[in-house]
């Protein structure tokens, strides 16, 4: 089994006991890709068929608003990224996600996906408590936008994304808090 396997098993360990059966199906099921910087692994034109496992790498899910890219969240190593309403009502959507890096991934696509919930009950307990941390980032990110200052907002993105925020552009960074660059540039020299 290759090391970026193991990986990929030991996230779902982390959740629910793999069975031998279980391991296979996931192995046969799951596909390995690599997406060059700049590259879409989802283009909001489209409906989302494909849910990606990041093992190495950074993505941002983005949507267009007067022309202009407003990042909506980051992605990095160890979490699954998608359109979740288009993938889950297979609808197209208003988000594209792309790489800000070179990122390696493993791919699922929602058939398969399917599939692992009909024949192995596991996998639901596995999505629910998954999806469980999920739903708490997205509350919090609500929360900070609706009732912060540029100054909290920009203290919740540090440590929401403490690991990775130093390889977010700055631009990104700034749309995501719903503040310009140069008040973003004005908080990290307050630091």
Excluded at 28 to 54: M, N, P, V, W
Excluded at 139 to 161: C, D, G, P, W
Excluded at 163 to 190: F, N, V
Aim: hydrophobic content about 35%; proline content about 3%.
């Amino acid at each position: 089994m290759s090391p970026e396997s193991e990986s990929v098993l030991n996230h779902f360990s982390q959740y629910i006991r793999l069975s031998e059966p279980l391991k296979k199906e996931l192995l046969d099921r799951l596909s390995f890709q690599i997406f060059g910087k700049g590259e879409l692994l989802h283009d909001a034109d489209k409906i989302c068929t494909r849910s990606y496992f990041i093992l190495k790498g950074l993505t941002r899910t983005y949507y267009l608003k007067d022309g202009a890219e407003i990042s909506e969240y980051f992605s990095s190593e160890n979490e699954w990224v998608n359109s979740p309403k288009s993938f889950i009502q297979r609808v197209k959507d208003i988000y594209s996600i792309d790489c800000l890096e070179k990122t390696e991934t493993f791919c699922l696509k929602v058939d398969d996906l399917g599939y692992l919930f009909d024949n192995f009950p596991e996998m639901e307990r596995y999505a629910r408590l998954s999806m469980g941390s999920v739903f708490g980032h997205l509350m919090e990110r609500i929360n900070s936008q609706r009732f912060t200052t540029a100054k909290e907002k920009y203290e919740h993105f540090l440590a929401v994304y403490k690991g990775i925020y130093h390889r977010i552009p700055l631009g990104m960074a700034a749309s995501y808090l719903g503040i310009t660059q140069s008040t973003l540039s004005r908080l990290r020299a307050e630091k």
